[in-house]
């Protein structure tokens, strides 16, 4: 995404600021000590960006449809690329999405490919970053993260070579970068890391003291294992201004023959040697990097290879002391390296990202948060399909690499991020669903195949439910008995609360031992919801489901006539509620919840969870902000990447002081309080009996636009924790990240936007804390977060806008919904108050749990409990023994014909007395459906064994050589040792078992 004449005028500012008259242009140039050892060096890096989807979709992208909305073709820009590096060898070009390129690679003859094969042999064609698509950092999980660059980088690998290895980090577009990014890619094996953008108070100051490059240190638990050389692009990643030649942009040509009118050349290197110097004054070695190209650039390649050509023909006639030549990030990153300079360290991150004082892109971090929320899921079935695919060898036609290649799309930092242009945004949604499609496939195959106790039987068929979160799933509906299978997807054994709609409200639930257990049913009252369908089913079937680790159990329902002593299922009580009656209170063995009977609010949580209970004041309210619409001391108004706020002070959305409690539920599963915020907001809160965590269920919509103000909706959770200006955001569902209210660590914060400024990524949890208590929420999907006050936290749940925030995307973030009237979403936050040395137990396993929640499916191909008892495996644990609690399963999938498996720590350093210790896991005879023969670590993202990768070293102020050696440490009776927050990735050979 690049908003051109926003970043014209910002830059032309900047060349004002740098270099006021030719003068001073000069003194710049005599600064260099150029000799014949020590010349400018001008390294040319001709590239492209190509969105993976943002005004048009992949495809119209990829063939140049929809012209009217946008002018491009990628399969242009690689044809006439290809053929300009055919016909000069000194001319080099890199290349980043792999999405765009396999298309491209498909369609190429046996010559062109051998071509491609030569060009990127000789390292003229490079490709840099490598992932199926340039990933948002802010919006993406880890898991999701790892994948889709996985995916691309094999894809680089299997078709040229170990030799072709991407060793350049290029993220040029993202709105803000993030640690554990940094972090990834370092494990990842890239040698170095560029950044397009950074907060413009940060570049200002970095460019000031010559810190635009430096070494990011980015994992306060890996250390200088994982740290990596960054840089940031001095124009973001277009050209200098004035020196755009591609056939879109109205920059002059370079004229240089003087017989014909307009001869430019003199004057065109003039201007280029200028911008040089100035930025040249902000980077400490005598290389520099300048970037040629834009989004969508090099369709007419000649067009800009011409032109590149006489630049560098008439610098190096009229400037003796510098050398020009066209050249590649890896290749400008050997010279730095050579300088042998020492760095200064980076430890935190790049957000918020802001590009003028009141234009701070934290907005992104909750834009449509119903296609955030998808994406997650989907990331959830994609990780059961893949393990599903190792555990039962898949017999049918379909396979996980549909939903594989369309989750890598959906990271990309114009999808996930909520960024695109509507029409795309369902495109991207349709990929996600037509990938799901695949994997239900795969799932229902291998589940009814391990299922099934004898291979003379037919295996049973398992459907997937899709509206079963809005009460409508037609077999559990419309069944007299059927089955239910929970598939675990976490490699430890855990319990699941299961929610079903079901018709009748005498039920009872036999577990996968044929023996009853106990269960629940809710009566729904779908007509005080805003979320009413036709064929909503009456009821609600909760009960706890015991799950084996990395395996299933199986549970049978049958409707009753009436109630009996083989009953396993009680009928909730309904209460009614009115504000006369005493504070309502929810509480288990853990914790205790009470709402107050004058606002019909929380009110307290009492936690049990420590050596000693302790009560505390929480409050909990929804309220919006009035978006700005541009019209006031700045012309930025709120949109889909921008949250801006015409008022600081958010407005309650319930319309009095007092919010309607339209439900009680009290059974011995769950307990239930309703809440009704306002017509378009309501929320439901849960307590089952052995939960740590209190579910917070919100239904947000439709967003009432009729008054003409956008409006960006949060929930506030008001509390007596003295967090003194602190409060804690994950990175990417890795590390937590310390956020300090109104502060930057390496420049001085100008306060423009008090809530907009604070915001920052919450992907998976946020806390605040004192010296005595912790509260922490998680979320089910990527959102905005701050703490404004202390003791507060605030998550942005959804935002509905009507102006455009003019960076690209040209439409207003008002998504209709399928009535038309608002897009309506439901989702989830789970919060908890426990001593902060208990904390990080808490929310990493609830962490995990709601990444890869339980895969429930359904089958009503059994007649009777008799013949399911006879014909099923009720329960199927594909392991021997569950992974230690500290360490999680991240990675099981085919690869070839090997499997790729991937352990993780997920634990930080000194977040847990004991769960942050060092912790060995044994792979010998762990896994039942198949025997390891041999077994090879490899990068994180899997496309080089460990061996092979040889990280350049660089001299820091905190040392004077750090060494990052990466660890190739395998006992015979494979034995693998894991460190806090370390990830290792194995290449497995293996025979399976019958």
């Given amino acids: 995404m690049a908003c051109k004449r926003f970043l014209a005028s910002v830059l032309c500012w900047m060349a004002i600021f740098a270099c006021f008259n030719l003068v001073q242009c000069d003194q710049l140039e005599k600064q260099w000590k150029f000799d014949a050892n020590n010349k400018l060096n001008i390294h040319l890096v001709s590239h492209t960006h190509n969105d993976v989807g943002w005004l048009k979709t992949l495809d119209q992208y990829y063939y140049g449809a929809k012209d009217k909305v946008a002018h491009a073709g990628v399969q242009y820009i690689l044809d006439t690329v290809v053929q300009e590096l055919m016909a000069d060898p000194s001319k080099k070009f890199i290349y980043v999405e792999i999405a765009f390129f396999t298309r491209w690679w498909r369609e190429q003859d046996k010559k062109t490919r051998e071509n491609v094969k030569m060009l990127v042999k000789q390292g003229r064609l490079e490709f840099i970053n490598g992932g199926w698509s340039m990933n948002d950092e802010a919006a993406t999980h880890y898991n999701a993260i790892i994948d889709q660059m996985t995916l691309g980088l094999k894809f680089i690998r299997d078709t040229f070579g170990d030799a072709a290895r991407p060793t350049i980090a290029w993220h040029i577009d993202p709105f803000g970068h993030s640690a554990a990014q940094a972090s990834l890619f370092a494990q990842m094996g890239f040698n170095a890391f560029f950044l397009g953008r950074i907060d413009h108070d940060d570049k200002s100051a970095r460019l000031s003291k010559k810190e635009m490059e430096m070494i990011w240190r980015a994992s306060q638990s890996l250390g200088k294992k994982t740290q990596l050389f960054t840089g940031v692009l001095y124009n973001r990643y277009s050209p200098p201004p004035g020196f755009c030649f591609d056939q879109g942009c109205n920059d002059p040509p370079i004229q240089d023959d003087k017989n014909l009118r307009g001869y430019n050349a003199d004057e065109r290197v003039k201007t280029f040697m200028e911008l040089v110097m100035m930025q040249a004054s902000g980077y400490r070695t005598n290389n520099i990097m300048i970037t040629m190209g834009n989004d969508f650039n090099y369709e007419n390649a000649r067009h800009w290879f011409k032109n590149l050509d006489k630049l560098i023909k008439h610098v190096k006639n009229t400037h003796k002391n510098v050398n020009i030549f066209y050249s590649?990030?890896?290749?400008?990153?050997?010279?730095?390296?050579?300088?042998?300079?020492?760095?200064?360290?980076?430890?935190?991150?790049?957000?918020?990202?802001?590009?003028?004082?009141?234009?701070?892109?934290?907005?992104?971090?909750?834009?449509?948060?119903?296609?955030?929320?998808?994406?997650?899921?989907?990331?959830?079935?994609?990780?059961?399909?893949?393990?599903?695919?190792?555990?039962?060898?898949?017999?049918?036609?379909?396979?996980?690499?549909?939903?594989?290649?369309?989750?890598?799309?959906?990271?990309?930092?114009?999808?996930?991020?909520?960024?695109?242009?509507?029409?795309?945004?369902?495109?991207?949604?349709?990929?996600?669903?037509?990938?799901?499609?695949?994997?239900?496939?795969?799932?229902?195959?291998?589940?009814?195949?391990?299922?099934?106790?004898?291979?003379?039987?037919?295996?049973?068929?398992?459907?997937?439910?899709?509206?079963?979160?809005?009460?409508?799933?037609?077999?559990?509906?419309?069944?007299?008995?059927?089955?239910?299978?929970?598939?675990?997807?976490?490699?430890?054994?855990?319990?699941?609360?299961?929610?079903?709609?079901?018709?009748?409200s005498h039920v009872t639930v036999i577990g996968p031992n044929g023996k009853p257990i106990h269960a629940q049913v809710n009566k729904n009252m779908h007509y005080k919801s805003q979320m009413q369908y036709p064929?909503?089913?009456?009821?609600?079937?909760?009960?706890?489901?015991?799950?084996?680790?990395?395996?299933?159990?199986?549970?049978?329902?049958?409707?009753?006539?009436?109630?009996?002593?083989?009953?396993?299922?009680?009928?909730?009580?309904?209460?009614?509620?009115?504000?006369?009656?005493?504070?309502?209170?929810?509480?288990?063995?853990?914790?205790?919840?009470?709402?107050?009977?004058?606002?019909?609010?929380?009110?307290?949580?009492?936690?049990?969870?420590?050596?000693?209970?302790?009560?505390?004041?929480?409050?909990?309210?929804?309220?919006?902000?009035?978006?700005?619409?541009?019209?006031?001391?700045?012309?930025?108004?709120?949109?889909?990447?921008?949250?801006?706020?015409?008022?600081?002070?958010?407005?309650?959305?319930?319309?009095?002081?007092?919010?309607?409690?339209?439900?009680?539920?009290?059974?011995?599963?769950?307990?239930?309080?309703?809440?009704?915020?306002s017509p378009w907001v309501t929320q439901v809160v849960r307590l089952q009996e052995n939960w740590k965590f209190a579910e917070f269920e919100y239904t947000v919509g439709s967003i009432p636009i009729g008054d003409r103000l956008g409006k960006e909706i949060i929930s506030r959770f008001t509390s007596q924790i003295k967090s003194a200006g602190l409060y804690y955001t994950d990175a990417n569902g890795r590390?937590?990240?310390?956020?300090?209210?109104?502060?930057?660590?390496?420049?001085?914060?100008?306060?423009?936007?008090?809530?907009?400024?604070?915001?920052?990524?919450?992907?998976?949890?946020?806390?605040?804390?004192?010296?005595?208590?912790?509260?922490?929420?998680?979320?089910?999907?990527?959102?905005?977060?701050?703490?404004?006050?202390?003791?507060?936290?605030?998550?942005?749940?959804?935002?509905?806008?009507?102006?455009?925030?003019?960076?690209?995307?040209?439409?207003?973030?008002?998504?209709?919904?399928?009535?038309?009237?608002?897009?309506?979403?439901?989702?989830?936050?789970?919060l908890t108050l426990a001593p902060p040395s208990d904390s990080a137990k808490l929310h990493r396993e609830q962490g995990e749990a709601l990444l890869l929640r339980p895969y429930v499916s359904f089958s009503n191909s059994y007649s009777s409990l008799q013949s399911w008892m006879s014909n099923s495996n009720a329960q199927m644990s594909a392991i021997t023994k569950g992974l230690p609690e500290n360490v999680h399963l991240l990675t099981l999938q085919r690869f070839d014909n090997n499997i790729l498996l991937r352990l993780e720590h997920q634990f930080a350093v000194k977040e847990d007395s004991k769960l942050s210790k060092p912790v060995t896991v044994s792979l010998k005879n762990l896994f039942k459906s198949f025997n390891i023969t041999s077994i090879s670590e490899v990068t994180l993202s899997a496309n080089a064994e460990i061996g092979q990768v040889k990280p350049l070293q660089w001299k820091t102020h905190d040392t004077s050589s750090d060494k990052l050696n990466l660890e190739k440490v395998i006992a015979e009776n494979l034995n693998i040792d894991l460190k806090a927050m370390q990830i290792r990735t194995f290449n497995v050979t293996f025979t399976r078992y019958n």
């Fill in 328 to 504: 590649t990030p890896s290749v400008y990153l050997k010279a730095v390296h050579a300088a042998n300079l020492t760095w200064q360290v980076k430890t935190d991150d790049f957000f918020p990202y802001s590009d003028c004082n009141h234009c701070y892109w934290t907005g992104y971090f909750t834009s449509r948060p119903g296609y955030k929320g998808y994406v997650r899921d989907s990331n959830s079935i994609l990780q059961v399909c893949k393990q599903l695919e190792v555990i039962s060898k898949s017999t049918g036609n379909s396979s996980s690499e549909a939903l594989t290649r369309a989750m890598g799309v959906a990271q990309h930092h114009d999808s996930v991020t909520g960024t695109a242009k509507q029409l795309v945004d369902f495109d991207y949604a349709s990929r996600l669903a037509d990938g799901r499609k695949e994997c239900k496939n795969v799932i229902s195959d291998a589940i009814g195949n391990l299922a099934k106790k004898s291979s003379s039987n037919k295996a049973a068929t398992y459907v997937y439910c899709d509206y079963r979160n809005i009460s409508i799933c037609s077999i559990t509906q419309k069944s007299k008995s059927f089955t239910i299978n929970v598939y675990n997807p976490i490699a430890r054994s855990m319990s699941s609360t299961i929610y079903l709609p079901i018709s009748a």
């Fill in 535 to 677: 064929g909503q089913a009456p009821y609600t079937l909760v009960f706890e489901a015991t799950l084996p680790a990395l395996g299933y159990s199986e549970f049978y329902v049958k409707t009753i006539k009436s109630p009996s002593f083989y009953s396993s299922a009680e009928l909730a009580k309904t209460i009614k509620f009115d504000l006369s009656n005493k504070d309502i209170v929810m509480e288990n063995k853990y914790l205790k919840l009470t709402f107050s009977n004058a606002t019909g609010r929380l009110k307290s949580i009492t936690t049990k969870i420590g050596k000693q209970s302790k009560t505390m004041d929480v409050d909990q309210d929804f309220l919006w902000y009035n978006a700005s619409k541009g019209n006031d001391e700045s012309s930025q108004a709120s949109g889909a990447y921008i949250f801006r706020p015409a008022v600081m002070d958010p407005i309650p959305i319930a319309s009095s002081d007092k919010v309607e409690i339209t439900q009680i539920t009290k059974g011995s599963v769950i307990q239930e309080v309703h809440q009704k915020f």
């Fill in 735 to 830: 590390e937590m990240q310390k956020r300090k209210r109104n502060y930057r660590p390496t420049w001085k914060l100008r306060s423009t936007e008090p809530a907009s400024q604070n915001y920052y990524p919450v992907n998976s949890r946020m806390y605040i804390k004192d010296n005595s208590m912790q509260l922490t929420v998680l979320t089910d999907r990527s959102q905005g977060g701050a703490s404004l006050k202390d003791g507060q936290m605030e998550l942005m749940v959804h935002r509905r806008l009507l102006y455009d925030d003019a960076r690209g995307v040209g439409e207003p973030l008002n998504e209709k919904g399928v009535t038309g009237k608002g897009l309506i979403i439901r989702g989830v936050h789970y």
